[in-house]
Nanobody, 120 residues
Framework: QLQLVESGGGLVQPGGSLRLSCAAS????????IGWFRQAPGKEREGVSC????????YYANSVKGRFTISRDNAKNTVYLQMNSLKPEDTAVYYC?????????????WGQGTQVTVSS
Protein backbone atom coordinates (compact mmCIF):
# COMPACT_ATOMS: atom_id res chain seq x y z
CA GLN A 1 0.00 0.00 0.00
CA LEU A 2 1.38 3.38 -1.04
CA GLN A 3 1.15 5.80 1.83
CA LEU A 4 2.49 9.12 3.10
CA VAL A 5 2.32 9.90 6.80
CA GLU A 6 2.99 13.34 8.26
CA SER A 7 4.02 13.90 11.86
CA GLY A 8 5.52 16.59 14.03
CA GLY A 9 2.67 19.05 14.23
CA GLY A 10 1.50 20.60 17.46
CA LEU A 11 0.99 23.77 19.43
CA VAL A 12 3.85 26.23 19.55
CA GLN A 13 4.24 29.83 20.66
CA PRO A 14 4.98 32.57 18.16
CA GLY A 15 8.68 32.61 17.38
CA GLY A 16 8.99 28.90 18.08
CA SER A 17 10.00 26.02 15.86
CA LEU A 18 8.62 22.71 14.68
CA ARG A 19 9.92 20.04 12.35
CA LEU A 20 7.40 18.18 10.26
CA SER A 21 8.19 14.77 8.84
CA CYS A 22 6.72 13.07 5.80
CA ALA A 23 7.44 9.35 5.75
CA ALA A 24 6.63 7.09 2.83
CA SER A 25 5.73 3.44 2.77
CA UNK A 26 5.28 1.26 -0.28
CA UNK A 27 7.46 3.44 -2.51
CA UNK A 28 10.69 5.41 -2.35
CA UNK A 29 10.54 9.16 -2.14
CA UNK A 30 13.82 9.91 -3.86
CA UNK A 31 12.31 9.57 -7.33
CA UNK A 32 9.44 11.93 -6.56
CA UNK A 33 8.97 15.65 -6.20
CA ILE A 34 7.79 16.24 -2.64
CA GLY A 35 5.66 19.20 -1.77
CA TRP A 36 4.38 20.62 1.49
CA PHE A 37 1.00 22.32 1.40
CA ARG A 38 -1.16 23.89 4.07
CA GLN A 39 -4.78 24.80 4.52
CA ALA A 40 -6.08 27.17 7.17
CA PRO A 41 -9.74 27.27 8.19
CA GLY A 42 -11.80 29.08 5.60
CA LYS A 43 -8.89 29.41 3.20
CA GLU A 44 -7.79 27.55 0.11
CA ARG A 45 -4.91 25.12 0.20
CA GLU A 46 -1.60 26.75 -0.65
CA GLY A 47 1.80 25.47 -1.58
CA VAL A 48 4.46 26.06 1.05
CA SER A 49 7.59 24.38 -0.26
CA CYS A 50 8.79 21.61 -2.53
CA UNK A 51 11.94 19.73 -3.35
CA UNK A 52 12.73 18.31 -6.76
CA UNK A 53 13.68 14.71 -7.45
CA UNK A 54 16.40 15.44 -10.00
CA UNK A 55 18.81 17.72 -8.17
CA UNK A 56 17.04 18.44 -4.86
CA UNK A 57 16.32 22.02 -5.87
CA UNK A 58 14.09 23.67 -3.31
CA TYR A 59 11.28 26.17 -3.66
CA TYR A 60 9.44 28.24 -1.08
CA ALA A 61 6.39 30.43 -0.92
CA ASN A 62 7.30 34.06 -0.25
CA SER A 63 5.44 33.90 3.06
CA VAL A 64 7.83 31.27 4.46
CA LYS A 65 11.08 32.05 2.66
CA GLY A 66 13.94 32.42 5.09
CA ARG A 67 12.00 30.70 7.89
CA PHE A 68 11.21 27.21 6.54
CA THR A 69 13.64 24.64 5.15
CA ILE A 70 12.73 21.50 3.23
CA SER A 71 15.12 18.55 3.09
CA ARG A 72 15.31 14.86 2.26
CA ASP A 73 16.78 11.87 4.07
CA ASN A 74 16.70 9.12 1.47
CA ALA A 75 18.04 6.53 3.90
CA LYS A 76 14.95 7.09 6.04
CA ASN A 77 12.64 7.60 3.06
CA THR A 78 11.51 10.80 4.72
CA VAL A 79 11.20 14.47 3.82
CA TYR A 80 11.29 17.16 6.48
CA LEU A 81 10.01 20.69 6.80
CA GLN A 82 11.89 22.66 9.43
CA MET A 83 9.79 25.62 10.47
CA ASN A 84 11.41 28.42 12.45
CA SER A 85 10.20 31.82 13.63
CA LEU A 86 6.64 30.61 13.45
CA LYS A 87 3.84 33.15 13.24
CA PRO A 88 0.13 32.84 14.07
CA GLU A 89 -0.62 33.02 10.36
CA ASP A 90 1.29 29.76 9.88
CA THR A 91 -1.53 27.98 11.71
CA ALA A 92 -2.98 25.37 9.37
CA VAL A 93 -3.18 21.69 8.58
CA TYR A 94 0.01 20.78 6.77
CA TYR A 95 0.05 18.08 4.09
CA CYS A 96 2.87 16.47 2.19
CA UNK A 97 2.43 15.14 -1.30
CA UNK A 98 4.52 13.17 -3.79
CA UNK A 99 4.46 13.66 -7.53
CA UNK A 100 6.18 11.98 -10.46
CA UNK A 101 5.85 15.08 -12.64
CA UNK A 102 7.58 18.41 -12.05
CA UNK A 103 7.31 20.75 -9.09
CA UNK A 104 4.13 22.22 -10.54
CA UNK A 105 2.43 18.87 -10.17
CA UNK A 106 0.16 17.09 -10.35
CA UNK A 107 0.84 15.31 -7.10
CA UNK A 108 -0.12 11.67 -7.01
CA UNK A 109 -0.03 10.77 -3.34
CA TRP A 110 -1.14 12.78 -0.33
CA GLY A 111 -0.79 12.35 3.41
CA GLN A 112 -3.57 12.80 5.92
CA GLY A 113 -2.22 16.06 7.31
CA THR A 114 -0.84 17.27 10.62
CA GLN A 115 -2.15 20.26 12.56
CA VAL A 116 0.17 23.16 13.33
CA THR A 117 -1.13 25.80 15.72
CA VAL A 118 0.90 28.89 16.51
CA SER A 119 -0.56 30.71 19.48
CA SER A 120 0.43 32.26 22.77
Amino acid sequence: QLQLVESGGGLVQPGGSLRLSCAASGFTLDSYVIGWFRQAPGKEREGVSCISSSDNSTYYANSVKGRFTISRDNAKNTVYLQMNSLKPEDTAVYYCAAGAAGVAGPYDYWGQGTQVTVSS
